[in-house]
């Protein structure tokens, strides 16, 4: 295609937020060969040939930067497949997605390593990042070999969605990874304070006589996991987090400069457990669907920066898993697709953040956090890009999503903004309404 | 064979329901007029023991993934009384062994023509998940610790063939509450018809959320017991607890069990309740299961009458719904 051999672009009309460079503005952003260029070039800047895009006024922004997805290949193809993943992805708005070391056999050597990399670059999503294990075959007891892992391509280490229970191997792996200057990533969970929940333990599930999810489960491995960053100086991420108790933790290890960073998934911004009421196993996710007031102190530890990103925390399990009853079914959701219209619906539209810093916490927070390219539209950089309607109304179908699960916790909902194009090293490979593109 | 008597019986105007799900969602008077069908009918059927023919035609599933034996053969018992047929399902030896979600479990029953799938099931909610995909009506024959209506209706009709009216009884349900149906079914119907409902039993059973929800929580069986018209002592079961609550039986039945010396310090006319089977010398004594204030037989007969009330108060409200459908247009 001449479009991706060339690849130079020329967005008009766009307002363009990049938190990056502290940016709100009209403007028209130049792409050349793949990679941004000029923030409001000059007419004889432009190439004659190069490609136009009206992007009537929409928000264009640095690309969405997922840290972590699980993408189910190898092993639960069923679920998710890499091409299937990367694309809901798309979809998304994200140009980059970190994928879970949850898979079979999980990512804990090179060649696991290698082909997701393999896979994902013939899909032609979003880019997909690899997780490597942070313990041999996920069991909490022996390292992985990380070095290893990072040689072949692994931007980070972890076990999620399952927590790390071994408090040493967590602690010599902090120290470890320092040489490779690569983040650990802990989804905090305490697993005998967690076994057998199947919902936030609270008031619903005492009615409703369902084992609940304590927040103590997260607390006290919130606690210990920026204990341990604290004492290694290693770097650690701790998400998703879902409890008050995390966030006021999260808050005062960050007040006396400890460099720990936190993420939050969408679906605790915006639904509390009083949904599991209906026993539908679509609300049976990971971190659990909390009280309102956690729901609450979660919105506004993101707003106030306490917490760092959002991560989509898509868990993708097939129709006929979802179907059993609410024990048998796993946690899960397809959240790709979503995620971008939740932020804006529960936070920028109820003006509780501004688009700067839903790009920041979407966009720019992840991608340093991951230490990969993304989150940003500076002179120079591949030109991960998306365009998004931050009008448009729709209302969410999960037979309609690009992923392969169609569970989601959010299914029936009518959400504001949309990615209407996702454009991936200046190759626009997402289009929500092909009629709408003037490309000259 | 049936004696075949028309019954004298009048359908209630106000019962629609086409399924039994919890008594959480039913009303006072919902309640009500299951409990006065279900003396009705008793007395119908000289006391559960006689077959009247008001279900004649008519089929029963009983569908249970949990082992059951007493509310199972109450069901049965009930819908017979009233001149249906019943099927047995248990998931023993069945299709669910080999891969079938109970959805579709369920839907095959259906499909051989039943009126009712009475269920049972390990998980909460999955009666109501039934409710939603099955055209016929669904009674939960309890479903994990969520609940267990007909056990709750059973007990409350119990009481008030003692006590004439619920209202302003205090009556404590002891022991497990955190892991029983049966508590929370009673939680609910007693409330709802105005009794106080004390929740007693050591903090490892009984959460302290419950004084949110407006309940008194104790965990001293003995500084409550004066006040209580009426005990309902709950089984402790130790297969759905997956860590003991309690550091040994032993010490369970010393600060809990009903005993004869507890029973010095009751009121006169203290009701022994316990929804069975019992562990005797756990939570009751056997002085007390076998002495005069219990009524824990009485609670087993009453079972087959709350069954036939609600088996027939569903079945009347699906056929009127059916009716409905056929007489108003689709659009």
């Not at chain 1, 868990?315 to 059993?324: F, I, V």
């Not at chain 2, 008001?54 to 082992?67: I, R, S, V, Y």
Request: charged residues 25%.
């Amino acid at each position: 295609m001449n479009e991706s051999a060339k690849r130079d672009l020329l967005i008009e009309n766009a307002r363009l937020v990049d938190p990056s460079q502290d940016l709100d503005l009209s403007a028209r952003l130049l792409v050349i060969d793949g990679c941004v260029s000029k923030i409001n070039p000059t007419d004889q800047e432009v190439p004659a040939a190069c490609a136009r895009l009206d992007a009537m006024g929409r928000i264009v922004a640095p690309g969405l930067v997922d840290l972590g997805a699980e993408l189910r290949e190898p092993g639960s193809e069923e679920d998710e497949t890499i091409e299937s993943g990367s694309h809901a992805a798309l979809a998304g708005g994200f140009t980059s997605v970190l994928c879970c070391s949850s898979t079979r056999p999980c990512i804990d050597s090179p060649g696991a390593v290698e082909f997701v990399r393999q896979k994902a670059t013939k899909a032609r999503g979003a880019r997909v990042h690899v997780i490597g294990c942070l313990s041999k075959g996920r069991e909490g007891e022996q390292m992985a070999e990380l070095g290893l892992l990072s040689v072949a391509g692994a931007v980070a280490f972890s076990d999620a969605p399952k927590s790390m229970p071994n408090d040493a191997l967590l602690k010599r792996a902090l120290e470890y990874c320092r040489m490779f200057n690569l983040p650990i990533f802990d989804r905090p969970e305490v697993p005998e304070l967690a076994e057998g929940g199947m919902m936030h333990d609270g008031q619903v599930s005492l009615v409703l006589g369902l084992k609940g999810l304590p927040t103590e489960a997260e607390d006290l491995a919130v606690a210990r996991d920026v204990r341990l960053a604290e004492a290694t100086a290693g770097r650690l991420h701790v998400g998703p987090v879902s409890t008050m108790g995390a966030v006021d933790m999260i808050r005062r290890v960050k007040s006396r400069g400890i460099d720990v960073t936190a993420s939050v998934c969408p679906h605790n911004l915006c639904l509390s457990d009083i949904q599991l009421r209906s026993f539908d196993s679509k609300y049976k996710v990971h971190p659990p669907l909390r009280s309102d007031k956690h729901v609450e102190t979660l919105r506004n530890a993101l707003a106030d920066g306490t917490i760092d990103a959002i991560q989509s925390g898509h868990m993708p399990r097939s129709r006929e898993k979802k179907m059993d009853d609410l024990d048998l079914s796993p946690f899960g959701e397809a959240s790709l697709e979503t995620t971008l219209a939740t932020t804006i619906t529960y936070m920028v539209a109820k003006q509780l953040i501004d688009w700067k810093t839903a790009i920041e916490r979407l966009s720019t927070a992840p991608a340093r956090i991951a230490g990969v390219p993304g989150g940003t539209l500076k002179p120079g950089v591949p030109a991960d890009i998306v365009i998004i309607d931050p009008e448009a109304t729709w209302t969410v179908d999960g037979t309609r999503f690009r992923s392969n699960c169609i569970s989601s916790p959010l299914d029936g909902h009518t959400l504001q903004g949309k990615a209407t194009h996702t454009i991936v090293g200046g190759e626009i490979r997402y289009r929500l309404q092909p009629e709408l593109e003037h490309l000259a | 064979m049936s004696t075949a008597v028309q019954p004298d019986i009048e359908f209630p105007k106000n019962w629609h329901r086409r399924h039994l799900l919890d008594l959480e969602s039913l009303s006072p008077e919902e309640i009500s007029t299951i409990l006065d069908v279900a003396q009705r009918l008793k007395e119908l059927t000289q006391g559960c023991r006689q077959k009247i023919s008001l279900l004649a035609g008519k089929t029963c599933a009983n569908l249970f993934f949990e082992n059951s034996t007493r509310t199972r053969n109450s069901f049965s018992l009930a819908a017979k009384r009233l001149g249906a047929d019943t099927v047995e399902f248990s998931s023993v030896g069945s299709s669910v062994a080999k891969g079938e979600t109970f959805v579709d479990t369920a839907k095959t029953i259906e499909a051989m023509g039943v009126e009712w799938v009475v269920t049972r099931h390990g998980t909460p909610g999955t009666p109501h998940l039934l409710s939603r995909e099955l055209n016929c009506c669904v009674l939960n024959a309890g479903d994990g610790p969520h609940g267990h209506p007909t056990q709750g209706l059973l007990d409350i009709l119990t009481i008030r063939q003692h006590r004439g009216d619920i209202k302003g009884l205090t009556v404590a349900l002891v022991g497990d509450i955190a892991h029983s149906r049966t508590a929370r079914s009673n939680i609910w119907g007693l409330s709802k018809l105005g009794a106080h409902v004390i929740i007693c039993g050591p903090p490892t059973l009984v959460s302290p959320r419950w004084t949110e929800l407006g309940f008194e929580v104790a965990h001293h069986l003995d500084d409550i017991l004066p006040r209580c018209d009426v005990l309902n002592l709950l089984r402790i079961q130790f297969e759905r607890q997956r860590a003991r609550p309690f550091p040994s039986v032993h010490e369970y039945a010393a600060l809990y069990a009903m005993n004869g010396v507890r029973m010095q310090k009751a009121k006169d006319d203290i009701l022994i309740m316990a929804p069975g089977p019992i562990n005797r010398g756990v939570e009751i004594t056997p002085e007390v299961a076998d002495g005069p204030h219990s009524v824990i037989l009485e609670q087993v007969t009453n079972g087959i009458a709350v069954r036939m009330a609600a088996l027939w108060l569903l079945s009347g409200a699906n056929e009127r719904a059916k009716a409905n459908a056929e007489s108003s247009p689709a659009d």
